[in-house]
């Protein structure tokens, strides 16, 4: 048995529990190979590289090509996962789309991540919880595995955000991002993994951050386009000071539900919207800049993609090791929030 157990006694902190454990067994990410750089935007909106970045951090941004698709990116991270997993498309039992750039409305893009990879067995459906995402979607991937449905689960969180951004909106364009990161989760008993997710939402502030258009509500019309009903909207300051509280409450609950504290964590992997939001909340949590993960200077907020990308890459830079312990915190449009600490 890991020795590293007896730290863990809430049993809300699922590793390990009645024979079961939840391993995050590899992650993979994909990112498109334009670049659209701050230089570009101040020739398409009246910006500048110095507001975006004194106001963000962003310095670039990936954009997709116009025939490539979120369920193009998504299944290209779940293929590098599945891969350094050592895992056979037929092996996945469920997969679980993070998204809110579907390739279309139905069927869901996790059908059609399902088609792309071959996974034959996998049942299939997307999770719409914006950039908190992928957070969502690991918890629910988690509960499948401890409850004995499933052994096998590939979790993604994928944008084509390009798709929803009017570029001719200063306040949003530059912010966003297109890209896909994925997760694939196993039963392995006794194994290190995903100890705790937790998640949250505020149905009351979904105005500040929406896109109201190509629903039931407002089905796409002459009208509606020309309204532009169909692009990102974002009250960015009320959101701003939403994220730095919502986020702040999900660490915590994570930190709690684990029985540690902050400096038990190796790595903290934020939610990359806005320098100022993550270093807001490293803050607060008393997180030091060793600690901080982040990447947002070259991708931009790229949603559900966010979190699992930067996940990605902190495993590839070599930032923690078997055994440490990382926490990721994320929110987003719904109003949404959580946060998950991974014993990895
Ligand atoms: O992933 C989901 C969660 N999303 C977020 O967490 C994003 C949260 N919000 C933010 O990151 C920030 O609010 C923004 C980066 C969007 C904006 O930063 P801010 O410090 O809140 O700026 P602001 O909204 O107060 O805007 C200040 C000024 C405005 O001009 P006036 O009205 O004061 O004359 C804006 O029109 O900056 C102007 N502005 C810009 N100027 C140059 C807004 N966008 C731009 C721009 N370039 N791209």
């Excluded at 809300?12 to 750089?37: E, M, N, Q, W």
């Excluded at 500040?208 to 019309?221: E, F, I, K, V």
């Excluded at 509280?245 to 400096?263: F, G, S, V, Y």
Aim: proline letters at 3%; charged letters at 20%; one cysteine or more.
């Amino acid at each position: 048995m890991n020795s590293s157990l007896p730290r863990f006694k809430n049993p809300r902190a699922k590793h390990d529990f009645k024979g079961r454990s939840c391993s995050v067994s590899a992650v993979g990410s994909y990112v498109p190979a334009r670049i659209l750089t701050n230089a570009d935007l101040e020739k398409m909106v009246d910006t500048s590289h110095e507001w975006i970045m004194s106001r963000t951090g962003i310095e670039q941004r990936r954009i997709a090509a116009a025939d490539e698709f979120t369920s193009d990116m998504a299944a290209k991270a779940a293929q590098i996962a599945m891969k350094r997993a050592g895992i056979l498309p037929e092996q996945i039992e469920l997969i679980i789309v993070a998204t809110i750039t579907p390739d279309m409305l139905f069927p869901s893009t996790a059908c059609l991540v399902q088609k792309k990879i071959g996974a034959v067995r996998a049942a299939a459906f997307d999770v719409e919880a914006a950039c908190s995402g992928f957070i969502f979607g690991l918890e629910i991937g988690q509960q499948f595995i401890m409850s004995r449905t499933y052994d096998t689960v590939l979790v993604i969180g994928a944008e084509k955000l390009s798709s929803i951004i009017d570029w001719t909106d200063r306040n949003t364009c530059v912010l966003f991002g297109d890209g896909a990161g994925a997760a694939i989760l196993q039963n392995r008993p006794h194994s290190h993994g995903l100890l705790t997710a937790c998640m949250g939402s505020d149905g009351g502030r979904g105005d500040l951050l929406s896109m109201p258009g190509g629903g039931s509500r407002c089905p796409a019309t002459a009208a509606s386009v020309a309204a532009k009903l169909h692009y990102l909207r974002m009250d960015g300051k009320e959101t701003f000071k939403n994220a730095v509280n919502a986020m702040m409450t999900a660490a915590q609950e994570a930190l709690r539900r684990c029985e540690i504290d902050i400096t038990k964590i190796k790595c903290v992997i934020p939610h990359q919207a806005n320098r100022r939001i993550i270093d807001a909340v490293a803050e607060r949590l008393g997180a030091t800049k060793e600690q901080l993960f982040v990447n947002l200077e070259r991708y931009g907020n790229t949603s559900a993609a966010s979190v699992a990308i930067a996940l990605d890459e902190a495993v590839a830079t070599g930032r923690f090791s078997r055994g440490d312990l990382i926490l990721l915190i994320v929110f987003g449009a719904g109003l949404t929030w959580g946060a998950a600490v991974i014993e990895w």
